[in-house]
């Protein structure tokens, strides 16, 4: 081994904070958090390459055997025990720690170094043999269920080694473990070691190297769970980073009740005040807080129980925010009355609090302008412009429950109770509300397509809280007045009982949880932005406002919206739109009757039947455009001319054949045997786009004539318009000069009907594959380029969005996409093909206006990448684009040009 | 102007046979005769870049009106007549010559420079009036027809100006135009400008610059007709290239019966026989003997009607093919005894005619091995292949004409007698043969879908000839035996009489026409291959198996087979293949009733079911590729694993459900509503190729399977196997380690089973676009690469080759398509993606095989991009593959790498 695969800390520490690549968040926050003369217990991690060399080897490098033997001698030498020693035995936690925190997906193993002999003595050391024989207990239950693979299966709702641990509490007729003795101990350790040979997992290891390897490969073995890979997908996090795994001296919360554990943060995740936030257990070890098993106590009352310990506390969460400049997750423990810091790192927090803490700490001056902008995620804003509840209907609404504020924004929907169960009814189409005692992972799939979550147990840094913050859902976590009933199917709080189905609201900014349907209404910066509240009344507009502003002095890419509508322009222009990227002219055809004409027009046996149809949509077309040329204001705007395959437009259903037949005078048969004619095997790579204008050049004459009509008619009453027309789907420059020379002549018609002069650019969709490989021919004839991603990526995927579902479960879970394609550009694939076309088209026009109009205009991520390809905007719709403005911000922040 | 744009020829010569861009093909050659001494009228070529100029401008470049002057002043001092003069004039033709001969499809004007004053002076000099008259008369009518668009229509079957000189010959009881005298052309001159006028296409010009600046016009507008688009489309010839225009000083076949005009070719251009051919017309002007009006004389005969002419010729013929080493096509005209030359050009030839020519010429020591092989069209080795008429059926049918062997080969089909019926039969799946008096070029489309072309006027050198040679087209022409009456439908001879729709048989080899229907049977080159005829019996044959020889001693690709069945891959053997570059699994699945099993894994609910169904079809896929495996004979042979879309292999109609529904034990409705779901909006583009291993990998559990255990059972027989396994549609590269991975555990587990290694590689297809800018990261995965360029033409182009056709036909007019992108692959756009990917995937494995498997591997021209790019070898469908031979040799005789 060249590299280093065991980094130290403790008195003598190795890494540092910068080192996540190969020491995981953990190892290298536990690294600094030594450095800085905090109290870590001392340990070692092993790296990250090492779990890479486990998957492929599947099983330990002999070389890290060695190594960690060097390692453990370093820690006996500080700590003065033994890992193994029969008298004062060393015992370890093992745990996983990602570059990326991924919480609870991975697997901990504690106590680890316990066995028939070492119990013994720490059983002496301790002075408490219900403790040690408790931790050893505790030892082989996760063990077990880790190493060994005897746990629960997911749908049996049981742990066995719970089963057991239940049997001996009924048995000697008490409620709690913690009134279990030594003695009674020893029995159920004995059972747990039968259950696992009975399973045919292998014997519990005496030795406490076995044991220690067993906990490491098992811990590297977990990086390929299935609820971790489901993880990653959803976060694009490679599988290639590997988790590292780090092997610290255990300390006890539980030895006495003077210990405690504790998780806590240095500000409120939920909404970002900056108020020491958090909760702990006493007598208690590190997993139960965050299991939701025992409801904990707020961080604040440790004041009173442990003033030294929180007291220290305090003075910790200062040195770390001043050291880390960003809000800290840490957990802590406290054994007989001594602190110890077990990890730390940035804090989870929604979307709310990122705004709030980036805010805020720029005012204290911790960090400058451009890091606040940065630590934001860009889809935080969106929850700032979610509605909340309407003050009228909440008002009349029942509260029937207060729990803890974990996710914030207004949710309502049906109750259901199990993830499966919340996949099929969101299918479906109903909005629910997951509903549960507590949450695990098994519970991520049912969670991602609720509204909202609500679970009666667990606090704030509980897997639902945790879950809902990274997911920007609405949360409220242990609502512990309310007794959800899986079996049942109900949730009860006195008289009310609400069954799956029922329609439940919960409030993630207050906690409260309602019966039954409540209205929403738009949020205050949404209130502000329609003038129906002041702005100086509303700190979220404050907030809101502040971003945008710096977003947009920072931000080098334009901003536009793709948008159909007068209306949907308006909002556009509300939210930051500097012009419409995208005006799809076919929506227009679907407005009231006109489809009728749209339909004859299709349905024509010749050119001149299609001309007499069209000219009835031309001054139907020509109002739409008045309207839209109207709204703009001045500003661009690019019209796209008619795209999809008209097969698309026909009725298939009886009744509306037959009142087309009326409209159009066409017998059904006649409409039928046409529309069948215009089928298509694959319509997406039929006759559609630019197609559509070649072989009926009178559609594009129509379509243009009613374009130039309407910029004329507009421009008359003294409003400017800056008109620009767009041809889709070109991959030959030949199609788009052809339908260039019917556009121009349409227009120096229309110019010289109106003595006027209406200034316009003609441009090229860029969406096929051959137009990114020609685009240094297609810019010679194009005033401007604007990329179609959806086209492109299912051209270059070879991918139809519409038949991915056969296939897309088998290509998520083997990782072959590690994100949805079309909704992050595929950069390795179509991104390449998009910065070819950039490069070879500037070559031969180096100041050629290039945009991008397709969905990932929306995607903060995409957008990094259009930025980096040297694109001159993105277009989007029209609700993403505060989003996007900070997206833009973050990319030119990142990547200076 | 810089560049030259007028060059002269006669004394003083400006061009030469280099300057075919320039000067097109006829001017270069004029140029390059008059140098050689040849007896050539003086003239001038005016450049084609003068043409694309016209384009543009749509007018005459000032400078070259001023340069046509000049150019006519050193003509008329060489002739020592005056242009335009009263007394003497000096007249002219005016004819196009593009860079590659187009036959037919511009326009040609003669005579020029007769007017109302100039004619008398004509009619001294020549002391003919009648003479004169006819041809101011014929200027006229070639003038209104071509310069100002007097002319027959297209459906309107008289020529107005035919309809008058009909007319006056009626109103004088005669029925020849030579019995019109003078002063009847004078008044039927009046009458055609009369009709100008009266047609509103203006006034027949008086003035000779006038005249000549016109008809330059329209030869240089002439390049953009229909019928040149058309052409051009046809044999690939760029718009850009445009027309050059030759004035040259008319001569007259039409002076004297001791005048003649004629054209030659210095061999058979039919059949290759070293032996001068040609046809000529006493007292004929040069378009009579192509318009088949009169049929013309065989050259032979010259020497008795014109010795001293003849023996000119002969010495012509020689110095010709000396000169330019290849067979020439002239055209020449006796003027009162002294002989003139026209025109030169390499002769267009039947396919057997270029195969004899080269050879012969190799052997006569004119031209080397690598020119004979250059010079052969690769198509042409079809002609040796096509099937021969069965002699016994032959003996039996009634022989009812015999007319001039223009094309070669046997054809039968049904009768018809307009372009339009032809198209409409075709279409609707007959063959036909079309049968006309005479063809011109608006015929074209009629002879592009017939099996053979029958005319009953015209010689070897008549349109019909022309394009058959052209085409490779079966071809009878001038059987003037026969009376064909487009009106009544008829073909008759004597007694019998032959209906539209009625069968015919012709023999382009022999020039006979059969009534009825004759059985053909393999051409003496199978006969050969399969053994049936002694090779030493048959010329054709060891004119194919030289071309073979030559062929295979210069390639570099190598070339193998696409072939599914042991019986194609037979085939593939016999021509020469050197493997089996695609063994598509999917057909096999529809042999006998296992498609039964198929349709039941499709419709499996779930995987259980699935490999039910599976565990069906695995013995008898491992049956066929043990045929496969004993066919190769231990050549290599590459597997693909299914591709297509599953939903394609269940039925649709109900009969075909309801056995089906017996067969598996699945209701009629169950398996509706199954085959609903698995339909998709755009199959090409949904879940197939690997997508369909990934989502259910028993499928390729199975067929791995299959194909190991047969590999398996083969060897043991002591056959050797290559094996080589080929995933389809990989677009990212863990889609293709996931199949590896599978393949590899089966292969494994068969091998240890069996005791045995069954050698084996495992490729990619690269056939969507993300695969070719991927191709570096799945080229470290694949062991070879295969271009599937039919999918990935219809991925980069965005165009599905099934719907194409609703926009095809607008697509080739706008010269959008200059050649079906599906035939010969798009260089410029899908060939760039192949280029990137050769390159990306060479850098990190130098030595990777590629090849192409797509049927563009059959087409010659797509053969020599792929040579260009770099590729191993080329797969093709079993019988292009001499053609292929050919094609790879030329290939690389042109891009030697």
């Given at each position: 081994?060249?590299?280093?695969?065991?980094?130290e800390?403790?008195?003598?520490?190795?890494?540092?904070?910068?080192m996540?690549?190969?020491?995981?968040?953990?190892?290298?926050?536990?690294?600094?958090?030594?450095?800085l003369g905090?109290?870590v217990?001392p340990?070692?991690?092993?790296?990250t390459?090492?779990?890479?060399?486990y998957?492929?080897?599947?099983a330990?490098?002999?070389e890290?055997?060695?190594?960690?033997?060097?390692?453990?001698a370093?820690?006996e030498?500080?700590?003065g025990?033994?890992?193994g020693?029969?008298?004062n035995?060393?015992?370890?936690?093992?745990?996983?720690?990602?570059?990326?925190?991924?919480p609870?997906?991975?697997?901990?193993?504690l106590?680890?170094?316990?066995?028939?002999?070492t119990?013994?003595?720490?059983?002496?050391t301790?002075?408490?043999?219900?403790?040690?024989y408790?931790?050893?207990?505790?030892?082989i239950?996760m063990?077990?269920?880790?190493?060994?693979?005897?746990?629960?299966?997911?749908?049996?709702?049981?742990?066995?080694?719970?089963?057991?641990?239940?049997?001996?509490?009924?048995?000697?007729?008490?409620?709690?473990?913690t009134?279990?003795?030594?003695?009674?101990?020893?029995?159920?350790?004995?059972?747990?070691?039968?259950?696992?040979?009975k399973?045919?997992?292998?014997?519990?290891?005496?030795?406490?190297f076995?044991?220690?390897?067993?906990?490491?490969?098992?811990?590297?073995?977990?990086w390929?769970?299935?609820?971790?890979?489901?993880?990653?997908?959803k976060?694009?996090i490679p599988s290639?980073w590997g988790?590292a795994v780090?092997?610290?001296?255990?300390v006890?919360?539980?030895?006495?009740?003077?210990?405690?554990?504790?998780?806590?943060?240095?500000r409120?995740?939920a909404?970002?005040?900056?108020?020491?936030?958090?909760?702990?257990?006493?007598?208690?070890?590190?997993?139960?807080?965050?299991?939701?098993?025992?409801t904990?106590?707020?961080i604040?009352?440790?004041?009173?129980?442990m003033?030294?310990?929180?007291?220290s506390?305090?003075?910790?969460?200062?040195?770390?925010?001043?050291?880390?400049?960003?809000?800290?997750?840490?957990?802590?423990?406290?054994e007989n009355g001594?602190?110890?810091?077990?990890q730390?790192?940035n804090?989870?927090?929604?979307?709310?609090?990122?705004?709030?803490?980036?805010?805020d700490m720029?005012?204290?001056?911790l960090?400058d302008?451009?890091?606040?902008?940065?630590?934001?995620?860009?889809?935080?804003?969106?929850?700032?412009?979610?509605?909340?509840?309407?003050?009228?209907s909440?008002?009349?609404a029942?509260c029937?429950?207060?729990?803890?504020?974990?996710?914030p924004?207004?949710?309502?929907?049906?109750v259901v109770?199990?993830?499966?169960r919340?996949e099929?009814?969101?299918?479906?189409?109903?909005?629910?509300?997951?509903?549960r005692a507590?949450?695990s992972?098994?519970?991520l799939?049912?969670?991602?397509?609720s509204?909202g979550?609500?679970?009666?147990?667990?606090?704030?840094?509980?897997?639902a809280?945790?879950?809902?913050?990274?997911?920007?859902k609405?949360c409220?976590?242990?609502?512990?007045?309310?007794t959800?009933?899986y079996?049942k199917?109900?949730?009860?709080?006195?008289?009310v009982?609400?069954?799956?189905?029922?329609?439940?609201?919960?409030n993630?900014?207050t906690?409260?949880v309602?019966?039954?349907?409540?209205?929403?209404?738009?949020?205050?910066v949404?209130?502000?932005?329609n003038?129906t509240?002041?702005?100086?009344?509303s700190?979220t507009?404050?907030?809101?406002?502040?971003?945008m502003?710096?977003?947009?002095?920072?931000?080098q890419?334009?901003i536009?919206?793709?948008?159909?509508?007068?209306?949907?322009a308006?909002?556009?222009?509300?939210f930051?739109a500097?012009?419409?990227?995208?005006?799809?002219?076919?929506h227009?055809?679907?407005?009231?009757?006109?489809?009728d004409s749209?339909?004859?027009?299709?349905l024509?046996?010749?050119?001149?039947?299609?001309?007499?149809?069209?000219?009835k949509?031309?001054?139907?077309?020509?109002?739409?455009f008045?309207?839209?040329?109207?709204?703009m204001?001045?500003?661009?705007?690019i019209?796209?001319?008619l795209d999809?395959?008209?097969?698309?437009?026909?009725?298939?259903?009886?009744?509306?054949?037959?009142?087309?037949?009326?409209?159009?005078?066409?017998?059904?048969d006649?409409i039928k045997?046409?529309?069948?004619?215009l089928?298509?095997?694959?319509?997406?790579?039929?006759?559609?786009g630019?197609r559509?204008?070649?072989?009926?050049?009178?559609?594009?004459?129509m379509?243009?004539?009613?374009?130039?009509?309407?910029?004329?008619?507009v421009?008359?009453s003294s409003?400017?318009?800056?008109?620009?027309?767009?041809?889709?789907l070109v991959?030959f420059v030949?199609?788009?000069k052809n339908?260039i020379e019917?556009?121009?002549a349409?227009?120096?018609?229309?110019?010289?009907?109106?003595?006027?002069?209406?200034?316009y650019?003609?441009?090229?969709?860029i969406?096929?594959?051959?137009?990114t490989?020609?685009a240094?021919?297609?810019?010679k004839?194009?005033?401007?380029?604007s990329?179609?991603?959806?086209d492109?990526?299912?051209?270059?995927?070879g991918i139809?969005?519409d038949?991915?579902?056969k296939f897309?479960?088998a290509?998520?879970?083997?990782?072959?996409f590690?994100?949805?394609?079309?909704?992050?550009?595929?950069i390795?694939?179509v991104?390449?093909?998009?910065?070819?076309?950039?490069?070879r088209a500037?070559?031969?026009?180096?100041?050629?206006?290039?945009g991008?109009?397709?969905?990932?205009?929306?995607?903060?991520k995409?957008?990094?990448?259009?930025?980096?390809?040297g694109?001159?905007?993105?277009s989007?719709?029209?609700?993403r684009?505060?989003?996007?403005?900070?997206?833009?911000?973050q990319?030119?922040?990142k990547?200076?040009?």
């Open positions: 081994m060249d590299e280093k695969i065991i980094y800390f403790g008195k003598k520490t190795d890494g540092n904070a910068s996540r690549a190969l020491l995981g968040g953990k190892g290298a926050n536990l690294a600094e958090m030594a450095q905090l109290p217990p340990g070692f991690t092993i790296t390459a090492m779990c890479t060399d998957q492929v080897r599947k330990i490098h002999p890290l055997k060695v190594a960690i033997k060097t390692a453990i370093h820690v030498a500080q700590i025990k033994k890992f020693d029969v008298n035995p060393l015992l370890f936690s093992v745990r996983s720690g990602a570059r990326e925190s991924m609870g997906m991975m697997d901990t193993i106590n680890l170094g316990l066995n028939d002999q119990v013994e003595g720490f059983a002496k301790t002075g408490d043999p219900r403790f040690a408790d931790c050893y207990r505790r030892f239950q063990y077990g269920d880790v190493v060994l693979g005897v746990g629960a299966d997911s749908d049996e709702e049981n742990d066995p080694f719970d089963a057991i641990l239940t049997e001996a509490k009924q048995k000697k007729h008490v409620q709690f473990d009134e279990l003795d030594a003695e009674d101990l020893k029995q159920v350790i004995v059972e747990f070691k039968a259950l696992i040979q399973k045919n997992r292998g014997i519990f290891p005496q030795d406490v076995q044991q220690l390897e067993g906990a490491i490969g098992a811990v590297f073995g977990s390929n769970n299935e609820r971790a890979i489901l993880y990653r997908q976060y694009n290639d988790t780090n092997v610290q001296t255990m006890f919360g539980n030895a006495s009740n003077t210990s405690a554990t504790g998780v806590a943060f240095t409120n995740p909404n970002g005040t900056n108020e020491f936030y958090g909760e702990y257990l006493i007598n208690a070890q590190g997993e139960d807080v965050v299991a939701g098993i025992r904990p106590h707020p604040a009352q440790l004041e009173q129980e003033p030294e310990a929180h007291k506390l305090l003075e910790i969460r200062r040195k770390l925010e001043t050291h880390f400049t960003d809000m800290q997750d840490f957990e802590f423990t406290v001594r602190l110890f810091m077990l730390t790192r804090g989870k927090r929604t979307g709310l609090a990122a705004i709030r803490i980036a805010l720029v005012k204290e001056k960090i302008q451009k890091t606040a902008l940065l630590r934001i995620p860009a889809e935080s804003i969106a929850s700032l412009l979610v509605p909340v509840f309407d003050p009228v909440e008002s009349k029942k029937i429950a207060k729990g803890l504020p974990a996710g924004g207004a949710a309502c929907g049906k109770f199990t993830a499966d919340a099929e009814m969101a299918k479906a189409g109903y909005k629910i509300v997951l509903c507590e949450t992972p098994e519970d799939r049912g969670m991602l397509v509204e979550i609500l679970t009666s147990r667990g606090g704030v840094s509980s897997h809280a945790l879950v809902a913050r990274q997911m920007g609405v409220v976590c242990g609502a512990g007045d309310l959800i009933d079996q199917k109900t949730i009860t709080r006195d008289s009982q609400l069954k799956e189905g029922d329609f439940i609201s919960i993630g900014s906690g409260e309602f019966e039954g349907e409540i209205q929403t209404m738009p949020s205050e949404m209130q502000v932005l003038g509240l002041a702005a100086d009344k700190e507009y404050r907030m809101f406002n502040q971003i502003e710096w977003s947009d002095s920072n931000r890419l334009s536009r919206a793709n948008a159909d509508t007068p209306q949907q308006a909002v556009a222009f509300m930051g500097e012009g419409i990227g995208l005006c799809r002219t076919e227009m055809f679907f407005n009231g009757n006109r489809i749209m339909r004859e027009m299709i024509a046996d010749n050119e001149e039947q299609r001309r007499k149809a069209l000219d949509l031309l001054p139907l077309q020509r109002e739409d008045v309207g839209i040329f109207k709204a204001k001045g500003h661009p705007v019209i796209r001319l999809p395959p008209l097969h698309e437009f026909l009725p298939h259903d009886e009744p509306t054949i037959a009142a087309l037949s009326k409209a159009i005078g066409l017998s059904v006649e045997r046409r529309s069948n004619a089928a298509e095997q694959n319509p997406m790579l039929g006759h559609r630019c559509l204008g070649i072989a009926y050049p009178e559609i594009t004459e379509q243009a004539t009613a374009i130039f009509e309407a910029a004329a008619e421009m008359k409003i400017t318009v800056q008109l620009e027309i767009m041809i889709p991959g030949r199609e788009l339908q019917i556009i121009r349409i227009g120096n018609k229309v110019c010289s009907k109106n003595l006027i002069n209406i200034p650019r003609i441009g090229s969709m969406e096929n594959p051959r137009a490989v020609r240094h021919e297609i810019a004839e194009a005033e401007f380029f990329f179609g991603t959806n492109l990526t299912q051209l270059t995927l139809s969005r038949d991915m579902g897309y479960r290509y998520t879970q083997h990782e072959i590690t994100v949805n394609p079309f909704t992050t550009i595929d390795a694939g991104g390449e093909l998009v910065k070819l076309a950039v490069e500037r070559k031969v026009k180096p100041t050629l206006e290039i991008v109009c397709g969905e990932h205009g929306g995607d903060p995409s957008v990094e990448f259009f930025h980096e390809a694109l001159d905007y993105v989007c719709s029209p609700n684009i505060p989003i996007v403005r900070l997206a833009t911000a990319a030119a922040l990547h200076h040009r």
